[in-house]
């Protein structure tokens, strides 16, 4: 009996293409993220291992880098993690739904990436449990080879691992908001928000290899990012105080209080990369950073609105100029 997940694994192109043409792949790169037509597009009908490799050539022959200084050294990251980008590509091969029509489809851009496959998120699997379920793939038997391969991980998703590398490189969360019953859809920015971050979570990772500690887990790095972002609602408590036994948050105010920041270690790397701003929170000076980043221009109440007043318009002035002259 020839089955889809034996077509996938090691049908020849002729041959998908006649018995599972909703297997193919559709990979289209647009240099501006407005623009309705692609400047190149590629259809992949090739049996999965050699599908990941095309696609994977396809993106990193657009690939750049952003490179990050720390003292005299500089690190380059890529936009996109040939990792992340696997991994993505696996959860949409092995968890799309083979009975609707429409193929695997990502829309590459200089600096984002998007991949939609046909049919919603597996039984169980919800936006807001979709890196603690474990869910049940449409094709255990796929599954179960590329498992046994060493393609997947053992949650069949990877999606924890994905969370990790990515905000792990100071970028932002995946994005599968756009997600509903027909389709998954993730979203990966190559852009990087934090480069403090990215160093910080570097050398943690470094510490704990050559200390044999435990690495940190998905949860664990998720709670870091919200923090350094000021989101202190809904965060599980049990990683809460993990992290503050472990030294890497610490509390802020009143000993009763519930509120929390990352460890001084944090501050050493966003003291070399931003300079010393004296008088401003780690948060006030992200907040302002990552306007600046995104948008050729802003007005001062922008800057007012995202800090939520806790600044006066004269002390976001000063901000935003002294981080304008570190920049040039």
């Given amino acids: 009996v020839l089955t889809n997940a034996a077509l996938i694994l090691l049908g020849k192109s002729e041959i998908l293409e006649k018995y599972l043409p909703q297997a193919r ?3 289209e790169y647009r240099i501006n993220e407005g623009q309705i037509h692609f400047d190149k597009r590629e259809v992949i009908r090739e049996p999965v291992l050699l599908a990941i490799e095309t696609v994977w050539n396809f993106i990193d022959s657009y690939n750049g880098e952003i490179p990050i200084r720390e003292n005299a050294m500089i690190t380059r990251v890529p936009f996109f993690n040939k990792k992340v980008i696997r991994e993505a590509l696996l959860n949409a091969i092995a968890h799309r ?3 609707m029509n429409g193929e695997i489809i990502i829309k590459l851009f200089p600096q984002k990436i998007i991949f939609s496959n046909p049919g919603g998120f597996p039984p169980g699997v919800t936006l807001d449990n979709l890196i603690k379920v474990i869910s049940t793939p449409r094709s255990a038997l796929l ?3 590329l498992l046994r391969t060493g393609y997947v991980e053992r949650s069949g998703q990877g999606v924890d691992m994905i969370f990790s590398q990515q905000l792990s490189e100071g970028k932002p969360e995946p994005d599968y908001s756009d997600s509903d019953y027909y389709q998954v859809s993730l979203e990966l920015s190559g852009k990087i928000e934090s480069e403090p971050f990215f160093l910080f979570m570097r050398e943690l990772s470094q510490q704990r290899r050559e200390n044999s500690r435990r690495q940190l887990s998905a949860f664990d790095i998720i709670t870091l990012n919200n923090i350094r972002l000021g989101k202190q609602t809904g965060i599980d408590p049990k990683v809460l105080d993990t992290l503050l036994q472990e030294g890497l948050i610490k509390k802020i105010g009143p000993s009763n209080s519930n509120r929390f920041t990352l460890s001084d270690a944090y501050f050493t ?16 000076i992200e907040k302002v950073a990552s306007l600046l980043s995104k948008n050729d221009s802003c007005k001062i109440s922008d800057f007012t609105n995202a800090l939520e007043g806790s600044l006066t318009r004269k002390q976001v002035r000063t901000l935003v100029n002294r981080l304008i002259d570190i920049a040039i």
């Fill in 25 to 27: 792949i559709m990979i």
């Fill in 97 to 99: 739904n083979y009975a």
């Fill in 143 to 145: 599954t179960e080879v």
């Fill in 269 to 284: 790397y966003e003291k070399s990369i931003l300079g010393d701003i004296g008088g401003y929170s780690q948060l006030h």
